[in-house]
């Protein structure tokens, strides 16, 4: 059974637009969330991670996120797009102490 | 501060060949992770280091896969015989415990022709 979908697999912006990239979990208790960047050639940083306490948990370079239990949805936005956001996204969940990823987002910020 | 450090890069084999991927993790990080990542996909645990001790090697195929971290520190993740379907990109990652957040090295880009 999946644990993480992202969805859209690639998502195209304006430089300046907000950013919205899209994840789903499935989980029968609370979970931890996360995202992960991942630019070209390097490995995954974490952004931001939702474990408990406050819902709209704020990460590095301007991203946040909102975790949302009546949608199972932990969406990752940022209200004005830089030119040095395209990368791979990642969404995680915890699932029986390991760390499952979604399949990725590829973020392309147009000029 | 040193981060995750992976080596080779890069590694192109013929099928059938060995291969040997290295990892050294941030001093002081007792829990260590061996991840693979296909193209386009999202990044799957082969097996979780606890200091020396194996705590999950569940999802490694152990016909081909094998690893070790003998001393609790570095570790090997070792493929005999690549086939065709490992080429990927092998992911070390080491936390300060099994809670922790997970530092990634730039992984090791594995061609098999």
């Known amino acids: 059974a999946q644990s993480v979908t992202q969805l859209g697999s690639h998502v195209s912006v304006s430089e300046g637009a907000l950013v919205l990239l899209r994840c789903n979990y499935s989980?029968?208790?609370?979970?931890?969330l996360f995202w992960y960047v991942q630019y070209p050639n390097q490995g995954l940083q974490l952004l931001l991670k939702?474990?408990?306490?406050?819902?709209l948990v704020k990460g590095i370079n301007g991203f946040e996120a909102e975790f949302k239990k009546s949608e199972t949805s932990f969406h990752l936005t940022k209200p004005s797009a830089h030119m040095s956001d395209a990368a791979e996204y990642f969404c995680?969940?915890?699932?029986?102490?390991?760390?499952?990823f979604g399949a990725g987002t590829i973020l392309r910020v147009k000029s | 501060e040193a981060g995750v450090v992976q080596s080779p890069r890069y590694k192109i084999i013929e099928k059938k060949q060995p291969v040997a991927f290295w990892c050294n993790p941030i001093?002081?990080?007792?829990?260590l992770y061996w991840y693979l990542q296909n193209l386009g996909q999202g990044p799957e645990l082969l097996i979780r280091?606890?200091?020396?001790?194996?705590?999950?090697d569940s999802q490694l195929p152990k016909d081909r896969f094998s690893a070790e971290r003998l001393k609790g520190v570095d570790s090997t993740l070792k493929i005999q015989p690549a086939e065709l379907g490992d080429s990927a990109v092998y992911l070390c990652?080491?936390?300060?415990?099994?809670?922790?957040?997970?530092?990634f090295g730039e992984g090791s880009r594995l061609t098999v022709l």
């Open positions: 280091y606890e200091n020396e001790e194996a705590v999950d």
């Open positions: 939702y474990t408990t306490g406050a819902t």
């Open positions: 995680a969940v915890t699932k029986l102490n390991k760390l499952v």
């Open positions: 990652a080491s936390s300060l415990g099994p809670h922790g957040e997970l530092f």
């Open positions: 001093s002081g990080h007792n829990t």
């Open positions: 989980s029968s208790v609370p979970p931890y």
